[in-house]
C-alpha cells in the first residue's frame, strides 16, 4: 500500500519562498498522478496542482499560477511544489495525493480515489 509522507512546511514571510515534498513508499509513484491541495481553517480542501503520470504534464489553480511549479522524480519517488512568493491567502494545510493515472490528472479532491499524505503546515505571515 503507498504511504505518502509531506514535508518541509512553516512560517515563511510574504513573499517568501518553500519547496514541500511528498516522499512515497510502499509502491512506485510511476502509475499515479500526483496532487497538491490544500485546506485552510474554514474553508474546503482545494486543488492546487497536479502532474500526471504518464507526461507529466501539469495543470494549477488560477490562484497559484506563475507562482507555484510542481514536479516528480520518479527515481526518488518523490513530488515537490515549489512555492514562491507566497501570500498570507496561500496559509493552509498542504496535503499530497497519488492518484491512479487519467487521461488528465485533476484537481477536484472529491474525485482522489488513491491515497493521501497527512498534510503540512503553511504559514504565510510577517
Known amino acids: 500500500q503507498l504511504q505518502l509522507v509531506e514535508s518541509g512546511g512553516g512560517l515563511v514571510q510574504p513573499g517568501g519562498s518553500l519547496r514541500l515534498s511528498c516522499a512515497a513508499s510502499g509502491s512506485t509513484l510511476d502509475y499515479y498522478d500526483i496532487g497538491w491541495f490544500r485546506q485552510a481553517p474554514g474553508k474546503e480542501r482545494e486543488g492546487v496542482s497536479c502532474?500526471?503520470?504518464?507526461?507529466?504534464?501539469?495543470v494549477y489553480a488560477d490562484s497559484v499560477k506563475g507562482r507555484f511549479t510542481i514536479s516528480r522524480d520518479n527515481a526518488k519517488n518523490t513530488a515537490y511544489l515549489q512555492m514562491n512568493n507566497l501570500k498570507p491567502e496561500d496559509t493552509a494545510v498542504y496535503y499530497c495525493a497519488a492518484d491512479p493515472g487519467r487521461a488528465q490528472c485533476i484537481l477536484r479532491p472529491g474525485d482522489v480515489i488513491g491515497y493521501w499524505g497527512q498534510g503540512t503546515q503553511i504559514t504565510v505571515s510577517s
Open positions: 502532474i500526471s503520470s504518464s507526461d507529466g504534464s501539469t
